[in-house]
């Protein structure tokens, strides 16, 4: 059984930074990528950033220049390090787990999700 559980998640004001971390446990035969997901009431879920196994990253528009994806591999955890915070960061953000299995089969992992709230 695989679990994936985020933190970090918390209230700051605009301009403030925040680090959300993620870190999954259990049998996973092969990782390849993790990301962050947002999203907000209403609204479809939306890539954040993901950072591939060969250490390709891909971030959203919105958040480039600002946020900043990293991952430790020896304790499976990938993080979020968000600086320059908006008030329309404010969502629910969630980690999210691409493997393989044993059989190469794709298997996807997601976390509980974390709230962001950003003040003006």
């Known amino acids: 059984q695989v679990h994936v559980v985020e933190s970090g998640g918390g209230l700051v004001h605009a301009g403030g930074s925040l680090r959300l971390s993620c870190t999954c446990s259990?049998?996973?035969?092969?990782?390849?990528?993790m990301g962050w997901y947002r999203q907000v009431p209403g609204k479809e879920r939306e890539l954040v950033a993901r950072?591939?196994?060969?250490?390709?990253?891909d971030y959203a528009d919105s958040v480039k220049g600002r946020f900043t994806i990293s991952r430790d591999n020896a304790v499976n955890t990938v993080y979020l390090q968000m600086n320059s915070l908006k008030p329309e960061d404010t969502a629910v953000y969630y980690c999210?787990?691409?493997?393989?299995?044993?059989?190469?089969?794709?298997?996807?992992?997601w976390g509980q999700g974390t709230q962001v709230t950003v003040s003006s």
């Open positions: 999210k787990i691409e493997s393989r299995g044993s059989n190469w089969e794709k298997l996807d992992y």
């Open positions: 259990g049998t996973i035969f092969s990782i390849n990528a």
């Open positions: 950072l591939g196994g060969a250490g390709d990253t």
